[in-house]
């Protein structure tokens, strides 16, 4: 069985904890297997640190699933990062991103069934020189480098109450109005409709689209965007044959009612979509990328940096992440 890689991501945040946590549990949960691309050492001494009894064992993922039940898989030789809980090295940076590129790397090379990421600081890696604002944005670019496919990454965030997408991702709220286009809103509703079927078996996936300003624009009283740019987008997605309705007003397209209505919020900025599945399911909501030529998803939280080394951190996202990559990879269409 191909393990699951589970990228370092923010060593002085809570990822090495709720990893830990997570492989801990792995029993009770049923978690699917996974290989840890970070370095043993920090594992073991953040688990003393917490008072979880938590073996490691260094081995290529080819060993992973074997070795799982008895001790948390790790990469050999995986340098170790430097910093303490709630206090970030610059120098692990490096690790970060090297933990993310070989779990894509895993993948293409059929070493690793899919990947989960830990959370990462996106403000320290920016530090560092990394040009991209998250990992969707960086592992589009990985898919177009290691499986010569290159395709808009969508950000989905997917709860057990909800899935929303923003249309717009990891930009400044004012450039929104400039960056929504219908092409753009098209394209993500097509990609999402597509992998709604193909990895989450839903046949004839529903979607409501969001308006973009108060009321949807009141019939263009306030602001035109949702007359011009997003209800000719509803139409195409329409004449694509996807069961699209909208621009819907954002302050009442959530509620319980509303919610039954469809399969999939799509939304025009980024808290637009994810208010509302972390308000709704912070602790299980799973942040998926669609569109990557490979299985990626994360918890839906970030470093929760203040909490790290306490004891205080859920892996409940985790391990929602980590059961969410076992089954998409099993959908029976691969890419
Ligand atoms: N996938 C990712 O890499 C990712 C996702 C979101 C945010 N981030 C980054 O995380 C950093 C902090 O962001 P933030 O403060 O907005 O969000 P956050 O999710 O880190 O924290 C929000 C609140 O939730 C709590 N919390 C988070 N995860 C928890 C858990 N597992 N158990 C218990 N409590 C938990 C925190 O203590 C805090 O009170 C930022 O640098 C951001 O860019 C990364
Ligand atoms: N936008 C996400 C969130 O707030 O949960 C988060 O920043 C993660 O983004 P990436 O998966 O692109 O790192």
């Known amino acids: 069985m191909l393990p699951i890689a589970l990228t370092l991501g923010e060593a002085a945040g809570v990822a090495l904890d709720i990893t830990i946590a997570a492989w801990a549990r792995r029993e009770r949960e049923r978690l699917p297997p996974f290989v840890f691309l970070g ?30 039940p008895m001790a948390l898989p790790c990469l050999p030789g995986f340098p170790e990062a430097k910093a303490e809980p709630g206090l970030i090295a610059r120098e692990d940076a490096a690790l970060t991103i090297q933990s993310i590129r070989q779990a894509a790397e895993f993948v293409a ?17 920016n530090e560092a020189g990394f040009a991209y604002p998250g990992h969707t944005e960086y592992l589009a670019d990985l898919g177009e480098q290691l499986f010569g496919e290159k395709r808009r990454p969508v950000m989905m965030l997917a709860g057990p109450d909800l899935r929303a997408v923003p249309v717009t991702i990891h930009v400044p709220l004012c450039e929104v109005p400039r960056l929504l286009t219908t092409e753009l809103i098209v394209e993500t509703g097509k990609i999402a409709a597509e992998e709604l079927k193909r990895r989450f078996a839903i ?19 306030i602001g035109k965007e949702d007359i011009e740019v997003i209800r000719p987008a509803v139409d195409l997605l329409c004449q694509a044959g996807i069961e699209a309705e909208g621009p819907l007003p954002a302050d009442t397209m959530f509620h319980p009612a509303a919610r039954r209505r ?16 972390k308000a709704l ?30 004891g205080r951190a859920r892996p409940s996202s985790l391990m929602a992440a980590l059961r969410m990559a076992a089954e998409m990879s099993r959908s029976p269409v691969q890419a």
């Open 109 to 125: 090379d059929g070493r690793c069934s899919s990947m989960v990421t830990n959370p990462i600081a996106k403000h320290a890696l």
């Open 281 to 310: 399911d912070f602790d299980h909501a799973v942040n998926v990328t669609l569109g990557l030529p490979f299985v990626r998803t994360s918890p839906d939280h970030g470093t929760a940096m203040e909490i790290a080394g306490t």
């Open 262 to 277: 469809y399969d999939l919020a799509l939304c025009m900025y980024h808290d637009q979509a994810l208010i509302p599945v």
């Open 203 to 221: 046949s004839s996936p529903r979607i409501a689209v969001s308006g973009l300003n108060p009321h949807a624009g009141e019939k263009g009283v």
């Open 39 to 68: 370095s043993a050492a920090n594992i073991a001494e953040r688990a003393i640190l917490l008072g979880i009894d938590c073996p490691t064992r260094e081995v290529e993922p080819e060993e992973a699933a074997l070795v799982f």
